[in-house]
């Protein structure tokens, strides 16, 4: 996501990712014969990865030899391609070369602009005449103006550059400042910005670092944009640090409740089943027991108020004459 550290003035790419894949097409071409496909929508920005691939290609291999080739049409390309193979023996175009490490390298350039038989014959030659040496790297400027490189086989990579979004640019102002190399970079992404100024040699760096970076214009509105995104990015942690926080105490309750609710259930069950055993009567159950029906109490109706009222006798006690003491015998 950020330029590379340790980059030169004119070494710097807007990603970690751009400096492998350089690093794996320079290795690729050098020791490996292959070819190299190169497309970007910028040309200031195809331009400038392109040289820095160049610089690693004669660090790494310093017996190739580089050229720009312009073909204008297939008479040229095959004019071209036998002033390669002059010298040579049919057997030895049609092999291996032992040392590989002294290549033709053709840069082609506006291969969008070629037509598409052309490519393909440039790659069956290259295929077909191996002694030849030679690696081409098509530069491809716009969008979707891709050639079929079928013809190629897998002796070519491609690579789409894609320009850096705002956080890869800034990234790399950012570097750039601490590292050296401002102007170039500010100067870089106003030419992506801007494609008619790429040839224009009067851009003022400052003009140019004030576009990359607005900030540059007041000292006071840099101070407080980075204040400002300080807080945020606090507010950011802080809010994420909650949200864990919370979701962990929620998952800890559900799985608390879920415990104390299955608990309650069971000590509920067992009660119920206790109950049900000592005393079944209380749920409707009668085990060996007859019900009695109740008999309803007699019903006295009260006489009406006419008839005739019944005389108060009282209650007859059947007395027993006394009994009197037991007297003692009188002598006689």
């Known amino acids: 996501m950020n330029a590379s550290l340790g980059a030169s003035p004119t070494d710097f790419v807007f990603r970690a990712a751009d400096r492998m894949r350089i690093a794996g097409c320079t290795h690729a071409i050098a020791r490996e014969g292959m070819s190299l496909s190169l497309q970007c929508e910028h040309e200031a920005l195809l331009d400038h990865y392109l040289g820095i691939l160049l610089n690693n290609l004669r660090q790494e291999s310093p017996d190739n030899t580089i050229e720009v080739y312009f073909p204008s049409n297939t008479d040229s390309l095959l004019n071209r391609f ?29 291969a969008q602009d070629l ?6 014959l440039l790659a069956r030659l290259i295929q077909n005449f191996p002694g030849a040496n030679i690696r081409a790297i098509l530069l491809t400027i716009g969008t979707n103006t891709s050639h079929n490189l079928s013809a190629f086989g897998r002796k070519i990579l491609r690579w789409e550059i894609e320009a850096p979004n705002a ?8 570097i750039a400042r601490t590292e050296g190399y401002f102007v170039p970079v500010t100067q870089l992404l106003k030419r992506i910005q801007h494609p008619s100024q790429n040839n224009d040699p009067d851009i003022n760096p400052l003009d140019a670092a004030s576009f990359a970076d607005p ?5 006071k ?12 990015q606090a507010f950011h942690e802080k809010g994420q640090q909650a949200i864990t926080q919370s979701t962990q105490m929620v998952g800890k309750w559900r799985k608390n409740n879920t415990l104390v609710a299955m608990a309650c259930g069971a000590a509920l069950g067992l009660s119920t089943l206790s109950m049900l055993w000592i005393q079944p009567e209380a749920f409707g159950i009668y085990v060996g027991t007859k019900i009695k ?33 037991t007297q003692p015998d009188q002598p006689r």
């Open 115 to 120: 037509p598409e038989a052309d490519i393909q």
């Open 293 to 325: 029906a109740h008999t309803p109490l007699p019903i006295e109706w009260p006489e009406p108020n006419n008839a005739p009222a019944k005389a108060n006798t009282p209650a007859s006690v059947e007395s027993t004459p006394p009994v009197s003491p």
């Open 221 to 232: 509105a840099s101070l407080r944009t980075q204040h400002a995104k300080q807080q945020v």
């Open 215 to 219: 900030t540059l214009q007041d000292p």
């Open 167 to 174: 956080e890869q640019a800034q990234a790399a102002l950012d």
């Open 82 to 110: 036998n002033e390669a193979l002059s010298g040579q023996t049919v057997d030895q175009a049609t092999r291996v070369p032992s040392d590989a490490s002294r290549a033709q390298i053709w840069i082609v350039q506006d």
